[in-house]
């Protein structure tokens, strides 16, 4: 597999977020795994995979999030909305740190 070939990750994101027993468990490093995989250019595949998911509700300013990065209107409350900000500029401060060690490298 290749440096951007990220179809196993992918994959094994789709399997975490179809049961509502990881998402409740691992509720905060399935937020960091999908910040990561969408800074990597996969943010259209994460989205989908987190709107499937039976726990999605759980997961909405990550949605939020998500979809402001991609450019897409979000409706949200006020506290929803800050943390799909938030999520959102974490997605754009992992873009730039890869493109900056990839600059390095």
């Known amino acids: 597999?290749?440096?951007?070939?990220?179809?196993?990750?992918?994959?094994?994101?789709?399997?975490?977020?179809?049961?509502?027993?990881?998402?409740?468990?691992?509720?905060?490093?399935?937020?960091?795994?999908?910040?990561?995989?969408?800074?990597?250019?996969?943010?259209?595949?994460?989205?989908a995979i987190v709107e499937r998911s039976p726990e999605a509700g759980l997961f909405q300013p990550l949605l939020d999030g998500l979809r402001i990065h991609s450019n897409i209107p979000i409706d949200a409350s006020s506290s929803t909305r800050e943390l799909a900000l938030q999520i959102a500029e974490k997605i754009s401060c992992e873009i730039a740190a890869h493109a900056e060690a990839g600059s390095v490298a």
Do not use: Q
Request: proline share 2%; glycine share 4%; aromatic share 8%.
């Open 1 to 47: 597999m290749n440096e951007t070939d990220h179809s196993h990750h992918l994959a094994e994101l789709a399997g975490f977020f179809a049961s509502p027993a990881i998402c409740r468990d691992s509720f905060r490093l399935l937020i960091h795994f999908s910040i990561r995989l969408a800074a990597l250019g996969h943010c259209a595949e994460v989205l």
